[in-house]
Antibody
Framework: QVQLVQSGAEVKKPGASVKVSCKAA????????MHWVRQAPGQRLEWMGW????????KYSEKLQDRVTITRDTSASAAYMELSSLRSEDTAVYYC????????????????WGQGTLVTVSS | QSVLTQPPSVSGAPGQRVTIPCTGS?????????VHWYQQLPGTVPKLLIY???NRPSGVPDRFSASKSGTSASLAITGLQAEDEADYYC????????????FGTGTKVTVV
């Protein structure tokens, strides 16, 4: 069965960077894109960006594009999300989510999610 | 940032029908992009509930249904059960700015 297993919780100081991993199992990693979504405490889901599992192409949200980098290692079937210049507002649970692309234009939804990684930014 | 707007909360008694609207604009739902819905039980990971406007993944009860019209979409839960108490999010694509996937503001469903 499909599994996305993320790295453990992190505590970082403002200005630092964090890198979260997402290891995939149960499917061919290169056949699917992986997205990253975050959720601040008590807040809504926020889309951060995605990476094409095959060619490594990426696209980021306009809000975060200057600070986020998504990469992948096909040999490890893993995706990574690095967020730099951390601020207190970046305190959130970060999820990786596997993309399913439907038949329509930009018809993308997420059928499997990682368990989430809590990143706390505090001085 | 582009958003899809949902009411913060809806409530209903067991067995009742509740609906959750998701209001967008001409750059997302109104442009014809598909809408998907997720259920997030307290303290858990979001779960795909409805995909491509109206379709239920295997295992999702048929008490859950959804529709889309114009710049809005809607999720309906009929025969409300205590286990349906959760947060619900709509999701679509928005072509404004540089284009991005967007989630709704979220709705807490309470079974009273």
């Amino acid at each position: 069965q499909v599994q996305l297993v993320q790295s453990g919780a992190e505590v970082k100081k403002p200005g630092a960077s964090v890198k979260v991993s997402c290891k995939a199992a149960g499917y061919t990693f290169t056949r699917y894109a992986m997205h990253w979504v975050r959720q601040a405490p008590g807040q809504r889901l926020e889309w951060m960006g995605w990476i094409n599992g095959d060619n490594g192409n990426t696209k980021y949200s306009e809000k975060l594009q200057d600070r986020v980098t998504i990469t992948r290692d096909t040999s490890a079937s893993a995706a990574y999300m690095e967020l730099s210049s951390l601020r207190s507002e970046d305190t959130a649970v970060y999820y990786c989510a596997r993309e399913i692309y439907g038949s329509g234009s930009y018809e993308v939804y997420f059928d499997h999610w990682g368990q989430g990684t809590l990143v706390t930014v505090s001085s | 940032q582009s958003v899809l707007t949902q009411p913060p909360s809806v409530s209903g008694a067991p067995g009742q029908r509740v609906t959750i609207p998701c209001t967008g604009s001409s750059s997302n739902i109104g442009a014809g992009y598909a809408v998907h819905w997720y259920q997030q039980l307290p303290g858990t990971v979001p779960k795909l509930l409805i995909y491509s406007n109206t379709n239920r993944p295997s295992g999702v009860p048929d008490r859950f249904s959804a529709s889309k019209s114009g710049t809005s979409a809607s999720l309906a839960i009929t025969g409300l059960q205590a286990e349906d108490e959760a947060d619900y999010y709509c999701q679509s694509y928005d072509h404004s700015l540089s284009g991005s996937y967007v989630f709704g503001t979220g709705t807490k469903v309470t079974v009273v």
